[in-house]
């Protein structure tokens, strides 16, 4: 319910008449695109369990684009924004793993993204995700990513990649968060301990979470 009012709408496409109105190579992508599964319908699978995984995307973005002075939920941190949903885990998982992450990442800048929040990682390079991180950097895209929640200082991509801004986590002290990555990767550290936003299960389910993604 507060994010209703901040789904981007892409102007060129019609929602459900099954044609790729704007010949960007997604069907439907009236709001985003699920890049795993394959269609235009970014929600969780039916029946997820509440605050589990397949609410994490939806937390994330509660805290950057949640409506403003609605009365409902939550005041985002951003003001009169727009986000575009991505999906890039297959429903056929739990939600902990991103089958389709760096395809995700195409279709945000195919979209015409002026901000991509990457809230997911390893500690493996990927020459393939550094050519298109980028592609993205060249067109002027902010690139945001989570820097890890192992509490090392082993770097952990996209984070580490030069093109990205890297953002560990503090806690409530305005101390480093004992899951925080940390080291000479990170660009900025932001709150990210028990952070309060939106959760996926239901139309009006809000909850804490933590992470470097909260931060």
């Known amino acids: 319910e507060d994010l209703l009012g901040t789904l981007w709408n892409n102007p060129g496409e019609t929602a459900g008449d099954l044609i790729d109105n704007d010949l960007n190579g997604y069907i439907d992508d009236k709001h985003g695109y699920d890049v795993a599964d394959f269609d235009a319908n970014t929600n969780p699978p039916a029946n997820t369990p509440p605050g589990g995984a397949w609410s994490h995307g939806t937390h994330c973005a509660g805290i950057v684009t949640a409506d403003t002075d609605n009365g409902k939920g939550i005041a985002s941190i951003g003001f009169d924004l ?3 949903a991505v999906k890039a885990s297959l429903n056929a998982t739990g939600g902990n793993t991103l089958e389709r992450a760096y395809e995700g990442v195409d279709y945000a800048i195919s979209a015409g993204a002026k901000v991509i929040s990457m809230s997911w990682g390893s500690k493996g390079q990927s020459a393939t995700g550094n050519a298109l991180l980028s592609l ?12 890890g929640n192992n509490g090392d200082d082993i770097p952990f991509y996209p984070a580490a990649f030069p093109q990205t801004i890297a953002v560990g986590s503090t806690n409530s002290t305005d101390q480093k968060s004992g899951f925080s990555n940390y080291g000479s990767y990170i660009d900025v550290m932001a709150p990210g301990s028990a952070i309060y936003s939106t959760l996926g299960d239901t139309t009006n389910s809000y909850g804490n979470q933590s992470g470097t993604s909260m931060a």
């Open 82 to 84: 727009r986000f575009i």
């Open 136 to 147: 993205a950097q060249n067109q002027g895209i902010v690139l945001i990513a989570a820097a």
